[in-house]
């Protein structure tokens, strides 16, 4: 008998011991891809930027390559510095941002907070009414006209430059809270949730006139699906369009405190293969193993050390090279705020019940299905309510009062404000977009409407009413998913999953109006080679001041000034030719020049031509994660009372690492065993450009 106890004994000390082994190799293993992979970049890294280096007839200014012709510098964004977000944190990666929206709710004396319209000019707010009634009406009229088509364009300056910055891996997510003007102080960081956060989203307060949903209310909503006849081959219509009322039930309390809702009869989701992926690249990661809790301990010392570096946190750019970097130990809180942000806070003080839902929050959704709704306005950190999904949150928009979250399920969650303008913890609306094995993979607002992505297709949503009112195919594969959308004009751009090809289709009629393949022309810019910038991926997408920024799976950021129209001499389809510097640019949807029933003589059509592409010599060493634009504070002795056209717009970009491609890693320090480089951590970029104000007379 002790024998026996013995030999089992031994046999399991002999397994522990295998096992620990085993783990050991798989560290190696992944300590030899990382140091080869580091060595095969760095050498590709100056075939680089020795092919940047060649005369091409371009301009080099400001970090950017642009063409001859345009020659006019003013245009250009000006890189102000990048930085390291959490170099404390060196595992966790950048994923999204959102810039705070400080208005809406109502302040201690009743009042509504609606915040100042930057795109009012001051001089134009006091002219003098004419008397001319026909005129009034005209001027009105038209005026209506313009802000409806340039409502994208508007909302972009009604956030503050108040970011929050998410990073997460597969264990925890970061908040991290700074002001874009002064990235070099991060204002405070707080932990979010045990998962990976997937989006954020600001949320401005409760606004005059916004609906209140009751419960005879929610029952106007209810419907069947299959009322869409024209569907996408492929596509199953019984469901689509369903929508039905989710009750919500509270449950016991957690033990932070937070209150925490669910629906009565959760479920859990459906086994599927996960179509929304964390990363798109699959790599060797140790961490997939499973280790003894010594091991693990170990492994995280080794992966979070970091190369000792006394070069400052932001790293200088273009505009900041011969201007002081801003001291990083300025006070935190409030105090560090900029005066325009802390005008716009004060707002609020005073308000009775200031964490509420009413005043401005940030929502924020999950991997482990859970939905965090926390305050804009005070005491940041503070979760202030927890909603369990059916499944993933992959994507967050807000208009009018109402949130649509998009789940991994198959559907899109509507939520709504009560009377008191809270938001309702009663329940949602459930709407059926497609089978419950794949997952509505974005959301974007296009006017009155929301436009979200499943699977190759868009599903266009009237965000009123809540009913379906077009679903089309933007890519010929049905694999081929649906991921970026940025709308402005009348135009929508989308980007395809591991495609190099963006596509445009019109906001009002859904016609597919241009394609356009960045592959050529980064090839022609960067060289081929290893690191694969001949397999372009766009992952990122921004519209900002008439302008589309994309960013890349490999780090690449390209931004393209939209022209309004296109020449005929760049349609082409004949792949055949060389590449020019544009690329493939196919032009759709000539046939409708004459449809003037459906689309205004005014109708701002945001054309791409690649021939008058900027590609940004500073970069990611991997996937741009996202762009964000947000208003900057207003130059030193600049008098805002004065009638302006321009102001600054920041434009920032989230990835891995940081890489200047005319210099590559050659001022970088050695890895030494398994350190991690400050710039190979996740970085902000961010960008200055004076952007022209759609200034109307009210």
Not at 630 to 652: C, H, Q, W, Y
């Amino acid at each position: 008998m002790f024998s026996l106890k013995s030999s089992l004994s031994n046999n399991r000390v002999g397994d522990m011991i295998w096992h620990q082994i085993h783990i050991n190799t798989v560290i190696l293993v992944f300590i030899k891809i990382s140091e080869r992979r580091a060595a095969e970049r760095r050498e590709q890294y100056k075939l680089v930027r020795e092919h940047v280096k060649k005369e091409d007839g371009r301009v080099e200014a400001y970090g950017w390559s642009f063409p001859n012709v345009d020659a006019d510098v003013s245009s250009v964004p000006i890189p102000v510095c990048c930085r390291p977000l959490l170099d404390n944190e060196p595992s966790l990666k950048i994923w999204c941002a959102t810039g705070v929206v400080l208005r809406g709710g109502r302040d201690e004396k009743g009042q509504w907070i609606v915040g100042d319209p930057i795109y009012f000019a001051p001089a134009s707010m006091k002219k003098t009414k004419t008397s001319n009634t026909r005129t009034e009406l005209e001027d009105e009229i038209k005026r209506a006209r313009n802000l409806d088509a340039r409502e994208s364009e508007l909302d972009e300056w009604q956030s503050s430059s108040l970011v929050w910055v998410v990073s997460s891996n597969q264990g925890k997510s970061l908040i991290a809270v700074l002001d874009a003007n002064n990235p070099n102080n991060i204002i405070e960081t707080f932990p979010a949730c045990d998962s990976h956060l997937l989006c954020i989203q600001a949320v401005s307060g409760v606004m005059e006139g916004e609906p209140e949903m009751n419960e005879e209310q929610s029952k106007k909503f209810l419907c069947g699906g299959g009322k869409v006849k024209e569907l996408p081959e492929g596509l199953d219509g019984t469901d689509l369009g369903s929508c039905e009322w989710v009750e919500l039930r509270k449950m016991e309390d957690s033990e932070d405190g937070v209150p925490t809702y669910c629906s009565n009869d959760m479920k859990p989701s459906p086994k599927r293969t996960r179509d929304f992926s964390i990363s798109e690249v699959a790599a060797v990661d140790p961490a997939a193993v499973p280790v003894p809790v010594k091991a693990k301990t170990k492994l995280t010392r080794v992966t979070e050390s970091v190369v000792p570096d006394e070069t400052p946190k932001v790293i200088p750019l273009e505009k900041l090279k011969k201007e002081p970097v801003p001291p990083a130990n300025r006070p935190g809180g409030r105090a560090a705020l900029p005066p325009h942000i802390r005008d716009a806070m004060s707002k609020y003080d005073g308000v009775s019940g200031q964490m509420s839902g009413a005043l401005p929050t940030v929502w924020m959704g999950g991997q482990n299905q859970y939905i965090y709704i926390h305050s804009a306005v005070t005491a940041w950190k503070q979760c202030l309510r927890r909603i369990k999904m059916p499944d993933a949150v992959l994507s967050i928009v807000h208009y009018k009062g109402r949130i649509f979250a998009a789940l991994a399920n198959g559907t899109i969650a509507i939520f709504h404000r009560n009377k008191h303008g809270e938001w309702s913890d009663e329940g949602y609306h459930s709407l059926r977009v497609g089978n419950a094995t794949s997952s509505v993979r974005s959301l974007c607002l296009v006017s009155t409407n929301i436009w979200a992505t499943y699977k190759n297709c868009v599903v266009v949503i009237d965000a009123e009413s809540l009913q379906i009112v077009k679903v089309f195919a933007a890519h010929p594969r049905k694999d081929s998913q649906v991921r970026n959308m940025q709308w402005v004009g009348a135009g929508v751009w989308l980007s395809i999953r591991l495609d190099s090809t963006l596509r445009l289709y019109h906001a009002h009629t859904y016609e597919h109006l241009q394609d356009v393949d960045i592959e050529p022309y980064v090839t022609k810019m960067l060289g081929t080679s290893k690191l694969d910038f001949s397999y372009m991926r766009t992952t990122a997408l921004l519209v900002s001041n008439r302008r589309l920024w994309i960013g890349t799976g490999t780090g690449v950021i390209i931004s393209v000034p939209f022209s309004g129209q296109i020449e005929k001499k760049v349609e082409t389809k004949d792949t055949k030719r060389p590449a020019g510097p544009g690329g493939l640019v196919r032009v759709y949807g000539t046939s409708s020049e004459n449809n003037t029933e459906e689309k205004s003589s005014d109708d701002f059509i945001p054309y791409c031509n690649l021939s008058h592409a900027q590609l940004s010599f500073h970069g990611h060493k991997d996937s741009v994660k996202f762009f964000l634009g947000v208003p900057g504070a207003s130059k030193n002795g600049e008098d805002e009372s004065a009638e302006v056209t321009l102001r600054r717009m920041l434009i920032m970009s989230g990835g891995d690492g940081y890489i200047d491609f005319r210099i590559g890693e050659e001022n970088e320090p050695e890895l030494t065993g398994q350190s991690i480089r400050p710039r190979d951590m996740s970085h902000l970029i961010i960008w200055e450009i004076d952007a022209e104000l759609p200034i109307l007379s009210k």
